[in-house]
């Protein structure tokens, strides 16, 4: 996004991902749209529910096929993604694109052992040889920093502390070397040392291979450390994008900054209560009129003609940092200022 | 996994050492005289004090109890009975034989009963279930579901007397049940089975249908199964080495059970199909009194249930590593 020459890796246009339940049409993801450059990494942000993990299992093709609706486009490396058959599909997962999911004790299978799950990836997508494969798994294991990892590659996975289920994980995504890398909250079950350490890894291995990473998460902090473009989802939209450092900083919409000023800071005084977003997040299958942020969202008295509950602010983009909010310029520059800043160091 | 068997056996064997004391004190706490069955008419005080002694029920109940766990390792002889070998689980007063040989007669009609329906209705059951959950709410997965609920809903001595009205003495498409030993003539042997097979299955079958579907349905929304596609897995892999290894579990269990009980007697069944197995001794000696033979028929039933249970523990540690206790 930030240097415009380059081709896009992945490039996503107007996503929608609609489900039919019992009680209507969930929009989970309504009309998004981002693109990715290879050896760069984008962060999702969002709270739960608003369509981050959706929009890439749609990317992967693992949504239920029944029951959801799929609209836009998903072109990964000049191949369409969303109308490739389930054989294409099987061919590029866990090969060219791979996934990390949020709670890896639930997400590796509790009936093979860690080398069966890492080597049966390899094979399958490059046709290795048995214990070529083993030994794949082998190094995979001591790349991501699992100790005596020719031992350990026959344990379970209920063998592995929780920090080593979710390494194991990551040299799992990257035994073929994937050229993109979704990671769903791959920190958020773990302790904030581990954490650090993971990132440090796939930092590091973005490094080495120029894989291309999608970050989800809703944890700012995590955002600052790893992320070089934001994307700020809400209810299955997109509110803001841009780089790390102009979302984090002076971010323009008032969501983002609700996320932003309610985290703790260390110089945050400690007799100050924080600030909360008042409200919940929005019903997919019912979401408000217009601005789908308005109910919660302060300024919304500020705009005329209460335009923020009839009519949905367009998202508009220039260089790829942009906005979807109804506040002008000037309004924002003098609501906002002495609000944020504090995430983006 | 050695250990873990070993232990396992040794659990099982204290309990049915337990459950043999505790129904050999219910039987003998009974006040019905074998004694006195077997002293006839013409019964003097003298005569009934030999044949007590003779019985070995002149003691207390537990000499008694040890003398018959005696006789189950070395043989125990009865004076003006006979002598019944090792493995001596009692002697049948009422027909003259060891029980031992009795079960051992009844057996065969019992196990082909229990593991040809069983046979029947695993592939049945965990087939239409597998299809079910494949086919999750379309029609194939209703008719199934449907299916496996009329079919519970069943009972044997109502499905076993229409079924042999209609296709044996209607139709002619089967053959009157009947026992014939497998080892006698097997095609005489199957087709007596046949029926009973096909009836028992109807029943058992609805149960593993809809426990196969519900656990498959479970398991396929699992993160790991999501993990193994992500991994570019095809579907047909994912579903039989992930998601049906992890439904697997429960049915296995449910499995043991069913069979240990089949074995310990189909009561019902043995008696609709008049078949000559371990379920018709049973109610045969309840009609007789004849305690000894249902004691040794009530410690099969309990063994064969022991028995199973230790498989299903097994099987349970093979397919599931978290089991596996070191």
Known sequence: ?345 | MFRFLVRRVTGALVILLIISAITFWLFYAVPRDPAMMSCGKNCTPENLAQIRKNLGIDHSIPVQYWYWLKGVFAGRDYAGYGYCDAPCFGYSFANNVPVFDTIMDRLPTTLSLAFGAAAVFLVLGVGAGMLAALKQGKFLDKAASSASLLGSSLQIYFVGYIAMYYFVAQLGWLDQPSWTPFTDDPVAWFSGLLLPWLVLAIIFTANYTRMTRSQLVEQLSEDYVRTARAKGLSRANVFFRFAWRGAMGPIVTVFGIDLGTLIGGAIITEQTFSLPGIGRLAVKSVDQSDLPMLLGVTILAAGAIVFFNIIVDAVYALIDPRIRLA
């Open chain 1, 1 to 345: 996004m930030t240097s415009t020459d380059q081709q896009p890796f992945l490039s996503v246009r107007d996503l929608k991902v609609h489900f039919s339940t019992e009680d209507g049409i969930v929009k989970a993801v309504d009309g998004l749209s981002f693109d990715l450059l290879k050896g760069k990494t984008l962060g999702i942000v969002g709270e739960s529910g608003s369509g981050k993990s959706v929009t890439n299992l749609a990317i992967l093709g693992l949504h239920d096929r029944d029951r959801t609706a799929i609209e836009g486009e998903v072109v990964l490396d000049d191949k369409e993604l969303l109308t490739a058959s389930e054989r294409e599909l099987e061919r590029l997962r866990g090969n060219k694109m791979s996934m990390i999911f949020q709670d890896a004790l639930a997400s590796l299978s509790p009936y093979h052992t860690i080398g069966k799950q890492i080597s049966e990836t390899y094979r399958k997508h490059t046709g290795a040889s048995k214990s070529q494969a083993r030994a794949r798994a082998i190094e995979m294991l001591r790349r991501v920093g699992i100790p005596q990892p020719e031992v350990r590659v026959d344990d379970y996975p209920h063998q592995f502390s929780g920090g080593m289920r979710q390494r194991a994980m990551i040299a799992m995504a990257l035994v073929c070397d994937p050229e993109l890398l979704i990671a769903d909250e791959p920190t958020t079950a773990l302790d904030v040392t581990v954490q650090a350490q993971i990132m440090d890894l796939l930092k590091d291995l973005q490094q080495e291979f120029g894989t291309a990473i999608i970050f989800i998460t809703h944890d700012l902090g995590v955002i600052a450390d790893i992320a070089d473009d934001v994307l700020v989802m809400y209810g299955g939209r997109c509110v803001e994008r841009g780089t790390k450092k102009e979302v984090l900083r002076s971010p323009q919409h008032p969501y983002t900054l609700g996320l932003l000023s309610s985290m703790p800071s260390l110089d945050h005084p400690v007799d100050v209560p924080l600030n909360p977003i008042p409200g919940s997040p929005p019903s997919l299958l019912n979401p408000p009129t217009g601005c789908r942020f308005h109910p919660r969202c302060t300024f919304a008295e500020k705009v005329e003609g209460g335009l923020c509950s009839t009519e949905q602010p367009p998202l508009e983009v220039t260089n790829g940092r942009g906005s979807a909010c109804h506040l002008t310029a000037d309004q924002r520059a003098e609501y906002f200022s002495d609000l944020a800043g504090s995430a983006a160091n």
